[in-house]
């Protein structure tokens, strides 16, 4: 039975219509990812199903029970501000153990769980400080340690590692995935953050302007995307869509039919940057990305169709210098006119 | 630690020196009383100025013996603080719920609490005695602590709406999530983090109290009479009187000042930084 | 034990009583007092809401002079029956007639004052000026001119300035009596704007402008009391209980300079000095109107006054109310200022002050309910003109009209 | 991102929690209200209580042509605009130069408010007699030293002189509002106007002085209410003279109401002050109404 | 001649020593990028170099001049705050103004600056709103749009895209590189994201604990880390360090001398997988990670050592499964006990 349901969920800001009407279904002890554009509505959504904002339209059903007017204190939802929203009068501990005290916890279950937040968020050293004391990314594990000391039936969490440098968010990733194991709580969780998208969703949920675009596993997602606006949302850097009139007459050849006149789609992946003159698909350097492990090498073609193609190993190309590119089709999601999805001629 | 030396701040120094002159120069008629509560009277009407003198007691005995001050006292101290209390129990929750759940008509409802403090005193004097008359309150002190808590209670609502809507809301939606009801939010953020809001509030509730001279003196008779309607009879009786009418001021305002003093700490908390960003 | 709750006004005699009600209440185990205190001005204001509203707080009321015999028509008081040993027929006539409505006392005298002179011998003489018992009002402006030397810091005359009918117009209204004026005529219509009056006025702004203090208008009984004794006026024409004040040396640097006369006269001796007393009374409501009783009767006996004398001598006792209190031989040496108080209180009538006859009780009010808020706006006027923001006669016609919109509004005429 | 509209709770909450206060507060306008109206329509002197009577509007009539009545109103103005206009400058000025720390902050601060604790009595009387006193007062000393002619400020400026005494009193209550209005200002934003190259002056007028909106707002609205009605300080001082000069709306009741005893008159008067208040509210709505609901 | 020279730097915030003496010399127009754990003072060393804070120790040159104690007012710097700072009263367009209008510049001068900033940033449509109507990533926007408006001589930007996605990431990472390019000013940039910092950087600087760790360009970084510190920190996922007993003898008899009793560091994609039995490195997989165009691998060698490893193309395998592993020692770092590099022998 499904856990928590969002019917036909509407939100108004005055004139600002940033939910538009969205239906979806979160099993018990699932782990879905939101993800979207900045201003798609990820946080507002998180809002309503908290509690923290009138539903406008729509019904929420958590575990069988309509909560649509419920009060945010008795729906036992626990929540990491995307703004943190830390109780400025109170000491990092205090800020950890509030929810719990509030729930008379038992002092010594209290201290437990709140230094054991601590440990998983390196925050051992700065429990007696306040929250004007800390630096950002302090500040936003407190926010985390928050919400995790609690056991809810349902964690919001709001772009909970930005803030975070890469060694750490690595590690609070994983401690959020073997929470989730443990409590096996339904876990709603907004990123931004592909890697993390990826990682830890059972389910991700694409959102573009108030309305749901796809909702999938990660992977089918990046394999199978509904349509140009997901297929470019996934995957970094984002696959190339160039319109078919762009592309060499050999990619052409190989569009379904129903792309005629719309784009096609390649991942920086299927696109392998070659010595001029080895494939007839001339470019032209534009950029290099060297990052380290891998390399983005970003040409143009004479065609005037613009690529990133991605390399596992450092390159020695210049801007400017002339190269071959090979496309590999096997790959390609093609797109109609209007963004949408046509399967490609070996599907048909 | 070598740490630089921190460089002498002419603005510090000019901000410190007059601001401490502006304060001085600006409770100078205060000082002036003060002094001559110390005076006898026939120093008090000295020109110029008597400032070297011996200080005398004559005029606070001189008002402790002609009336019992420690029941004026006690009266301001129940009545102000009595209405102080009942003015913040009836505000806060309706100032709260103004400013975190406003609606179209919130403004409205603040507009007209404010304008029933439009009639002047004196025109609803006979009304408000029947009243008082009738309901037995005369010449009671829970009279007066009702009649203060009520002629109180818009500035208060007002007062506390605005101090509230300077609270992020994120900080009580936080604390809404992690399970605090109605009273838990009141309790551990909106009290701690409106302490400054709250305790410049209920001051003012405290002194606008203590100073109520009109209500005082008319509601009240030999019993419930506070400081105020005290110094209604030191205010130009036969023959001088400016050295115990200094000294009735002086002990009139010294239980507020002081209480003043202790609540700089909580008028002064500013609490809200880096809480959100 | 009964409670009695007493609505004084504050000055020294009043707190005085309070202080020695101790001996009252150890005399009368089963009565306590309580007592209210308050400023002339607020008091007369509580103690009439109370009355009119039958509020009930008081069992006993402080009332002046104007209320007494109002109130007492009215029938908001209780007739007060005195016993023999009080000796009703030792209170001074005027004082008494005024507290009395055919002839029934309403109210029990405690204090009584007139009006008088008191000037700065030590200036006089210098001057070479003598002045006489009876002055005349010429005779002070001159010697207020002979006097005033500012730049010593002495002004030749202080009189009272600020407004309210209790304040400027109080000593106005006895200038304007002797220049033969008066408030209403017979038939009740005001008579501010006839010839006494601005020719008292006219008087009295051009002797203060020239002679007075600066902040004239500012001025009632108190600011005066601190001038004088701090040795800034040279004479001052006011309530003879200042006499015990300037003459007391803890209050006054000019304690043995002072000397006394009767108030200055004009046109006519009629109601040049002022008649006025506090009084004790009981509202018509009270239930506990026999020990109210009793307490006024102490209060305003003469062993009262004996009492008074005994604990604070003869100095401090409450004068205005009593021939015996004159006749005691003890009294008229501790008081420099016993026979010329005596004197203007005799010569004042309040049935009669006015050279041409008048409708109204009262030397210095009319007693009637009106008079209050003519007073004040009169007076708001007099200070007006002294002050220069208007002329005389602006302030006269203004005046005039206001009295008569008062009068209209309370239907003594159409 | 914060909703100020709606919240999911649901509005029931909201409305009891504000119940106490309104039904409290309408029942103790209402009554009062009610008997005004009353009182204003008939014959209703204290002192003469048998004459009594329906006499329609010729209360309010006698309160409008009384001669005062004219300067009354302008001078309720003048004293209403005069003292919010002093003690908002004064104010934002004193609390701006108390805000940043010191040595003796507290004290100062303390000082700065003190003499809001004084009752508005001894308030006037103070001023009149021992500061503005032509002969024996702080002032007529201070200018006979420098040989000046002490200024009779009673009958030459009254209107000035109950102004500088009311705004004395009433500075220190908008200074405490705007000194604790301060504490909320944002730390970063501050940084981030000097970042923007904004020197002291234009942090002042962008950020400070919009952040004191609410409180200026609360400030003149609340001293409104209580300037309207100040008679205490004008009764003790000039007692509304030299002539009319400085008698306002207030001054105008109490002397129907208190001295002349005369409550039907009060009462209209007292009406017609809650409609000069009004309009005035109105007014001072559209000046400052739009930073209350910011 | 060095354009901004940080001499010494300490601050200290009460007891704590945030800043322990940072010695840094910034050309002029350089991008220079700061990164570090959370909590090691970036923003702090940003914030003293715009002045909001006191420098307890050392000096601050720019361009010759000693601004220690000059107000931040006159400093001509533009900074994006980690918190943002917005002003709440002003809208949109008015925040991005102020530096403008507080300078008096010509009103249509600003209306086109502004426009041309909120093109870039995407905020067309929200000029008229009020920062608490915006979501994170818009705020987020609005302190990048302030900055940017104006033409200062250095620029600070405190992880100025946290809280954008990927598509819009990429996209103002852009943007903030071709206006460096456009304007040459110096810029000062503190991130946690790796591309950002890649790409972005002429000079990276890692900083630990108030310290500087390692100065030097992205790729030298990456492939000259100074220390243990470094190698882990730059490159995600981060570099395998595993100290030298646990690791297969082959890899053992390669280490040199310095590195006894030290620890080895490959990177993810040294290390190959391969069907059990292939190689003596046994190990079992623990967990898969499949990003889309790449995997990670995670697997533990029956010595106890970890790793993770790098594949771009999807897997087959089950976390459980055995295998065989294949580590490029040519590419490995080698660390001496106290955690330094020690040159390979290759290099001695
Ligand atoms: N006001 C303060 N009082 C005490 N300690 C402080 C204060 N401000 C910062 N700190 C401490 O100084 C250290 C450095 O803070 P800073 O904000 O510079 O870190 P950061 O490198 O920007 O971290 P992040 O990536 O999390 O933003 C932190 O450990 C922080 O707790
Ligand atoms: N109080 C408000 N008034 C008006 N518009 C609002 C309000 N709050 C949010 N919005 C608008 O609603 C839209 C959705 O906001 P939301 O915060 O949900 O976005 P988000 O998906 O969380 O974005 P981000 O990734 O930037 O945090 C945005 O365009 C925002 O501008
Ligand atoms: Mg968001
Ligand atoms: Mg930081």
Partial sequence: MAFLQLQGIHKRFGPVHTIKGVDLTIERGEFVVFVGPSGCGKSTLLRLIAGLERIDEGRLVLDGRDITDVPSSQRDLAMVFQSYALYPHMTVEDNMSFALRLAKADPAEIRQKVGRAAEILNLGAYLKRLPKELSGGQRQRVAIGRAIVRSPKVFLFDEPLSNLDAALRGQTRVEIAKLHRELGATTIYVTHDQVEAMTLADRVVVLKDGLIEQVGSPLELYDRPANRFVAQFIGTPQMNVVPLEQTPTLVRSEAPAGAAGGSVGLRPESIVVQPAGSTPVEASVELIEALGAETLVYVRTSAGAQFAARQNSRSTLRPGERVSLTLDTRQAHWFDTAGRVVPGRAAA | MSTRPVPFDWLQALRTVAAWLVSLLYVFPLIFLFVTAFKTELQAIEVPTLWFFTPTLEAFHEVQERSDYLLFAKNSIITSVGSTLLGLLLAAPAAYAMAFFPTQRTKDVLMWMLSTKFMPAVGALVPVYVMAQKTHLLDSTLGLTIVFALSNLPIMVWMLYSHFKEIPHEILEAARMDGAGLWGEFRHVLVPLGMGGLASTGLLCLVLSWNEAFWSLNLSAANAGTLAALIASYSSPEGLFWAKLSAASLMAIAPIVVFGWFSQKQLVQGLTFGAVK | ATELVIATVNNGHMIEMQKLAKNFEAANPDIKLKWVTLEEGVLRQRVTTDIATKGGQFDIMTIGMYEAPIWGKKGWLQELKTDAAYDVDDLLPAIRNGLSIDGKLFAAPFYGESSMLMYRKDLADKAGVTVGDKPTWDQIADLAKKIHNPKDGVYGICLRGKPGWGDNMAFLSTLVNTYGGQWFDMSWKPQIDSKPWKDAITFYVDLLKNYGPPGSAGNSFNEILSLYNAGKCGMWIDATIAASFITDPKQSKVADKVAFANAPTKATPKGANWLWSWNLAIPAGSKKAAEAQKFIQWATSKDYIQLVAKTNGWANVPTGTRKSTYASPEFQKAAKFAAAEKAAIDSANPNDSTLPKSPYVGVQFAAIPEFQAIGLAVGQQMSAALSGKSTVDAALKASQATADREMKKAGYYK | ?294
């Avoid at chain 4, 409290?24 to 009610?34: N, R």
């Avoid at chain 4, 400058?89 to 303390?110: D, Q």
């Avoid at chain 4, 024996?136 to 000035?160: E, K, R």
């Fill in chain 4, 1 to 294: 991102m914060s909703s100020t509209a709606a919240q999911a709770a649901p509005r029931l909450v909201p409305r009891l929690l504000q119940a106490p206060a309104v039904v409290t507060l309408f029942l103790w306008m209402i009554v009062p209200l009610v008997m005004t109206l009353y009182f204003s329509t008939i014959r209703y002197n204290l002192m003469q209580p048998d004459q009594s009577g329906f006499i329609g509007l010729a209360n309010y009539e006698f309160f409008i042509t009384d001669p005062s009545f004219g300067t009354a109103v302008v001078n309720t103005l003048l004293l209403i605009g005069s003292v919010i206009a002093i003690s908002v400058v004064g104010g934002v000025a004193l609390a701006l130069l108390v805000n940043e720390p010191f040595p003796g902050r507290g004290i100062v601060r303390m000082l700065l408010i003190s003499p809001f604790f004084v009752m508005p009595t001894v308030n006037a009387l103070m001023w009149k007699h021992m500061m503005m006193n032509p002969i024996y007062g702080v002032f007529a000393q201070i200018a006979q030293f420098f040989g000046a002619t002490p200024v009779d400020f009673m009958a030459d400026w009254p209107m000035t002189a109950v102004v500088i005494m009311v705004s004395w009193q009433w500075l220190p209550f908008a200074c405490l509002i705007f000194i604790t209005a301060l504490q909320s200002l944002d730390r970063e934003q501050m940084e981030a106007a000097r970042m923007d190259g904004a020197t002291w002056f234009a942090q002042l007028r962008y950020l400070v002085l919009p952040h004191l909106a609410r409180p200026v707002a609360v400030v003149v609205m609340i001293e409104m209410i209580f300037l309207l009605s100040v008679f205490a300080e004008i009764f003790t001082t000039t007692g509304g003279g030299p002539g009319d000069a400085s008698t306002n709306v207030a001054f105008l009741i109490f002397k129907q109401a208190l001295l002349n005893f005369d409550a039907g008159v009060a009462s209209a008067g007292a009406l017609f002050a809650v409609l000069l208040a009004n309009i005035v509210a109105i007014f001072l709505v559209r000046l400052i109404g739009k930073s209350l609901d910011k």
